[in-house]
């Protein structure tokens, strides 16, 4: 089951915290869209139930993009919340309970927290990317979306040289 993107997103503001790192807005659509990725290259499958699309400054989860617009380009010091429909007030979302989740959202984590964000914006824009693809496709204007199958795909095939990198050096 896919998780809000809000969930992911709060995972790593946790970690942040814990840490005592600065998240941007850009930084924080990057890694979500880098642990989607990623996710989606390892299983096939989504990590997040909402599209995808292409900006500018690289790919944009449009809920993310409005509830952290606000901080503009400074660190976000708050968790995303949504409207709880029993009491019609603001609740933080939970981040993902499930340890195998929480592992490999730590691992991507790991690997790319140490980016900035317009680091990690740059690295969405390289040529054939998902991002790339679909930003030429839809002729520069934003919001265009970044299909699916080409996010999986394109880390399907990432997961693949990384597979066969370990296995070169390990022979």
Do not use: C
């Not at 690289?58 to 380009?73: D, Q, T, W």
């Amino acid at each position: 089951m896919p998780y809000s993107a809000k969930s992911i997103a709060n995972f790593f503001l946790e970690l942040a915290q814990q840490e005592g790192s600065l998240v941007t807005p850009m930084k924080l659509q990057k890694l979500v869209y880098y642990a989607h990725g990623w996710y989606a290259g390892h299983t096939g499958k989504p990590l997040i139930d909402e599209t995808i699309e292409a900006w500018q400054y690289g790919p944009v989860i449009e809920s993310l993009y409005h509830e952290f617009k606000r901080y503009g380009a400074q660190p976000i010091k708050s968790l995303a919340t949504e409207l709880d429909p029993a009491d019609f007030e603001l609740a933080v979302v939970p981040s993902p309970s499930e340890e195998s989740v929480r592992k490999f959202l730590t691992s991507v984590w790991t690997s790319y927290s140490k980016f900035t964000g317009i680091a990690l914006s740059q690295m969405t824009h390289a040529a054939g990317s998902p991002w790339d693809i679909a930003w030429k496709d839809g002729g520069g204007i934003k919001g265009k979306d970044i299909p699916q199958e080409l996010i999986t795909s394109h880390f399907q095939d990432a997961v693949a040289k990384a597979k066969a990198r370990q296995q070169q050096g390990g022979a």
